[in-house]
């Protein structure tokens, strides 16, 4: 099978949120931010895909700069074993692939399989996220949207969470989230779905983690807090430092207290409360 790979780059207000979100639909997916500007998304070639994605991007209210690149099907699980390095998050968790000796001075420590799902533990977002949940989530019912390899999920589960409901829209996902749940001890506490919604009902979880896009967490924000418990805590990742001024206006217009805010790089991890 071969791929698709478009990168793009746009002059107007919010527009990296804006082209995910329309290209979604069509198949794309794997956003993610590339250097000088440049934005990329990947997914099935078609034997129209550049006429497709001209004519999604003639529907914009403004011009896009784009090319395309075909690639070959590869061999995704020997590209990461021969890029994926340990990652020690700090000292209560580490994160290592299979191939890869058991890791010395952390409390924890999780395996996770080659995937092409989001979540190995090298990305700042996940990295900040892992960091704030041991000593919080005990006893706690989390909502993990947008799990990928579920790791989050994971390291909620073996920090004591009571229970853990795991959601992605990605079948690969599942797979990979199935992987690293199947090694856990309290496996049973872990519920996985596959949905590109959060569940529908009211007041049900102590804590909810959305290291997702930007446009989807702003989507997603009213059924988030009608699902968080009074007291409960919102994590929210996946967001850079230019573009974090619309979510802060919408937490305020929601009545959500942020009461702390980290940066790595130049990504953001926001913790509110309800």
Known sequence: MTFVVVYYKAEAPDWENIVPALLSPHGFDAFSQE???WWQASG???????????????????????????VEETNWNAVW??????????????????????????????VVEAAMAFGTGHHATTQMMAAWLPGKVAGKKVLDMGTGTGILACIALRFGAQKVWA??????????????R????RAEQMELICAAEPPEGVARFDLILANIQLHVILEQLPAYIKLLRPGGFLLLSGILKSKVAPLLDALKEHGLSLIEKQQQEEWLLLVCQK
């Open 182 to 185: 199947s090694k856990e001890p």
């Open 35 to 37: 250097e000088e500007g």
């Open 44 to 70: 099935p070639e078609a034997p129209d895909s550049g006429e497709q994605i001209q004519s999604i991007f003639d529907t914009f209210p403004f011009s896009v700069e784009w090319r395309l690149r075909h």
């Open 167 to 180: 959601i992605d829209n990605d079948p690969k996902a599942m797979r990979s989230a199935e992987t690293l």
């Open 81 to 110: 074993e021969a890029s994926y390095a340990p990652v020690k998050i700090s000292d209560a968790i580490g994160i290592r692939a299979a191939f890869h000796e058991a890791m010395s001075g952390v409390e924890e420590e999780f």
